[in-house]
């Protein structure tokens, strides 16, 4: 899976152990124990391989931000409306409509 360069340092230096997705058809395949590829994008000179712990699905981001603390996701301090608008740069809320969301708790 692609990380941008933020996120995949945040991961790389364990500061961020969930990772947020659409819970889409090829998201909905992962399971408990499986290893994820993550590769820094949009460079793709580096990767980090994490296994997965837990997998939880939210009908929406906020109801995910709610119930994880924001520090999982490396974003202590943030407001909702910062995580909301910052997830929202990269999936749209038509996609969170129609897929819902995917929290996956990573270990190293």
Not at 42 to 69: C, G, H, K, W
Not at 78 to 83: A, Q, R, S, V
């Amino acid at each position: 899976m692609g990380l941008y360069g933020e996120y995949f340092h945040a991961i790389r230096e364990r500061k961020k152990t969930v990772e947020v997705r659409l819970n889409d058809e090829k998201r909905r395949k992962i399971k408990v124990g499986d290893t994820i590829e993550f590769i820094k994008v949009p460079q793709q000179d580096e990767t980090i391989i994490v296994q997965v712990t837990d997998l939880r699905s939210y009908d929406t981001f906020e109801a995910m931000y709610n119930d994880i603390p924001l520090k999982d996701f490396d974003c202590e301090g943030w407001t909702m409306k910062e995580m909301i608008d910052g997830t929202y740069e990269i999936y749209t809320p038509e996609a969170e409509k129609e897929w819902g969301t995917l929290a996956i708790m990573i270990q190293y």
